[in-house]
């Protein structure tokens, strides 16, 4: 089979032999990846990592049961499925040890991988492989900084990376406001088109935070979802106003930034929720509600897995807007 690991800074292609599922596991043809920021973070050395340097890369991936193990009952052959991001997280609080895709454990830049049947989801028909490959991380991360979001809540998303329109795109099937902030015309464009009902430019308005109390009467965001970290955290705590908002601190794409004062965290009363993407149990629920209220996942290309290089290339330009996806069929 035909399978990228990273050697010296690059991806190289290599054929190494099709695994065969032990017991309890499913060997699982990969038919679509997706990259996420947490992959460039790995291939350039810039992530905590738990296993060798040359671990499969990408978290993220859908295909089709090709060969099962002995004892397995969840999958048989012929199934559709995606894998959960965290492969040992079924349930429940999470646990004190995780090995991640990619930099704990070899991920899904491969044709075929074995995996346990507990580190999977059923794909429903109404999801193409592309489509289901988008899931595991942006869309279950943007689900459960979501959870408990009512209809009318005002929800603020930042950018127009994966966990963002997603977040977007969850939030307005809950009967939120979502208020989103963006760099330029054309992508605030696209936010408008995907529901957004107030649109900031944090270029033109770098004080975006009293834009977001302006728009929202001085209420500020019922939830923020938080995906800048250190470059956009205080104006995000300014967005929260004083009425106990809940931020759900997502990533550090933003880096540098203010630092936060603490009379200022204070005064807001706002929660603070760290978000380690989700269970499995998170993924079923999310796939459960897309399968009830379907959204289609905004993808921006599409790429060929023999140039996986060029898609990794574009998707570190930053030039996408939507996930940007392999196909491995």
Same mark, same amino acid.
């Given at each position: 089979?035909?399978?990228?690991?990273?050697?010296?800074?690059?991806?190289?292609?290599?054929?190494?032999?099709?695994?065969?599922?032990?017991?309890?596991?499913?060997?699982?043809?990969?038919?679509?990846?997706?990259?996420?920021?947490?992959?460039?973070?790995?291939?350039?050395?810039d992530h905590f990592t738990t296993g060798?340097?040359?671990?499969?890369?990408?978290?993220?991936?859908?295909?089709?049961?090709?060969?099962?193990?002995?004892?397995?009952?969840?999958?048989?052959?012929?199934?559709?499925?995606?894998?959960?991001f965290h492969s040992h997280w079924i349930?429940?609080?999470?646990?004190?040890?995780?090995?991640?895709?990619?930099?704990?454990?070899?991920?899904?830049?491969?044709?075929?991988?074995?995996?346990?049947?507990?580190?999977?989801?059923?794909?429903?028909?109404?999801?193409?492989?592309?489509?289901?490959?988008?899931?595991?991380?942006?869309?279950?991360?943007a689900w459960t900084s979501l959870d408990?979001?009512?209809?009318?809540?005002? !929800?603020?998303?930042? &950018? #127009?990376?994966?966990? $963002? %329109?997603? +977040?977007?795109?969850?939030?307005? =099937?809950?009967? *939120?406001? @979502?208020?989103?902030?963006?760099?330029?015309?054309?992508?605030?464009?696209?936010?408008?088109?995907?529901?957004?009902?107030?649109?900031?430019?944090?270029?033109?308005?770098?004080?975006?935070?009293?834009?977001?109390?302006?728009?929202?009467?001085?209420?500020?965001?019922?939830?923020?979802?938080? !995906?800048?970290?250190? &470059? #956009?955290?205080?104006? $995000? %705590?300014? +967005?929260?106003?004083?009425?106990? =908002?809940?931020? *759900?601190? @997502?990533?550090?794409?933003?880096?540098?930034?203010?630092?936060?004062?603490?009379?200022?965290?204070?005064?807001?009363?706002?929660?603070?929720?760290?978000?380690?993407?989700?269970?499995?149990?998170?993924?079923?629920?999310?796939?459960?509600?897309?399968?009830?209220?379907?959204?289609?996942?905004?993808?921006?290309?599409?790429?060929?897995?023999?140039?996986?290089?060029? +898609?990794?290339?574009?998707?570190?330009?930053?030039?996408?807007?939507?996930?940007?996806?392999?196909?491995?069929?």
């Amino acid at each position: 089979m035909r399978v990228y690991r990273p050697e010296a800074g690059k991806l190289l292609l290599r054929d190494e032999p099709v695994p065969e599922p032990q017991r309890g596991e499913v060997l699982v043809r990969v038919r679509a990846t997706s990259l996420n920021y947490r992959d460039l973070l790995i291939l350039d050395g810039d992530h905590f990592t738990t296993g060798p340097g040359n671990l499969v890369p990408v978290s993220d991936a859908a295909g089709d049961v090709v060969a099962v193990g002995d004892g397995v009952t969840r999958f048989a052959v012929g199934d559709r499925v995606l894998n959960a991001f965290h492969s040992h997280w079924i349930a429940g609080r999470l646990p004190d040890t995780l090995v991640g895709y990619g930099n704990g454990q070899d991920g899904w830049l491969t044709e075929y991988r074995t995996v346990s049947e507990q580190a999977l989801v059923a794909l429903p028909d109404s999801l193409t492989y592309e489509q289901g490959a988008t899931l595991p991380c942006a869309a279950v991360t943007a689900w459960t900084s979501l959870d408990g979001v009512r209809p009318g809540d005002v !929800v603020l998303t930042l &950018g #127009t990376g994966g966990v $963002s %329109l997603f +977040a977007l795109q969850l939030a307005k =099937a809950r009967g *939120a406001r @979502v208020v989103a902030t963006t760099s330029s015309a054309a992508k605030a464009a696209k936010l408008t088109e995907l529901g957004a009902d107030t649109v900031l430019d944090y270029v033109a308005t770098p004080e975006w935070g009293k834009a977001v109390l302006d728009a929202t009467g001085g209420r500020g965001a019922d939830r923020i979802v938080e !995906v800048g970290g250190p &470059g #956009t955290f205080a104006q $995000s %705590l300014i +967005a929260a106003g004083t009425h106990h =908002a809940e931020i *759900a601190l @997502v990533g550090f794409v933003g880096r540098g930034g203010a630092a936060v004062d603490f009379m200022d965290l204070f005064r807001s009363g706002a929660t603070v929720r760290k978000i380690w993407v989700g269970s499995r149990e998170d993924t079923e629920d999310l796939v459960r509600w897309l399968e009830a209220r379907p959204i289609e996942p905004v993808i921006d290309s599409v790429h060929p897995f023999e140039r996986a290089d060029a +898609a990794v290339e574009h998707f570190r330009s930053r030039a996408n807007l939507g996930k940007v996806v392999l196909t491995h069929a």
